[in-house]
């Protein structure tokens, strides 16, 4: 058996992204590393769901742990993560202006008055 075929790869990668708790936690820790204390109330879920979502992260090498007493402290590993997060965020934010142009042509637009049925 080969090697999964690249487009198989990104798409398990965006997958690994594709979680609104997993994008808030590498958001959060573009600050710079936390432990998971300072991460709970950060991201706004329970501590199991967030330790579920941090091993996503860590089986994907987007997120590096490491033991501070008793303390588990968390970083990103590749600083890559946060130029993909800036791009997708420059890609909405595009596709949102473009929408909202649309939006503001369509309310510009003049419609004629409803038609009346005459009986």
Same mark, same amino acid.
């Given at each position: 058996m080969g090697t999964a075929p690249i487009y198989r /790869?990104?798409?398990d990668f965006f997958k690994t992204l594709g979680h609104p708790a997993r994008i808030r936690v590498l958001e959060v820790l573009r600050g710079g590393e936390r432990a998971v204390s300072e991460l709970i109330p950060a991201v706004g879920i329970e501590s199991s769901h967030l330790s579920q979502q941090l091993g996503i992260l860590r089986r994907a090498d987007l997120v590096q742990a490491r033991r501070e007493g008793a303390s588990v402290v968390y970083s990103v590993g590749n600083p890559l993560v946060f130029?993909?997060?800036? /791009?997708a965020k420059q890609i909405l934010s595009s596709t949102l202006a473009a929408s909202q142009d649309l939006l503001a042509d369509l309310d510009a637009v003049e419609l004629p008055p409803p038609v009346t049925q005459r009986s």
């Open positions: /790869v990104k798409a130029e993909l997060l800036d /791009v």
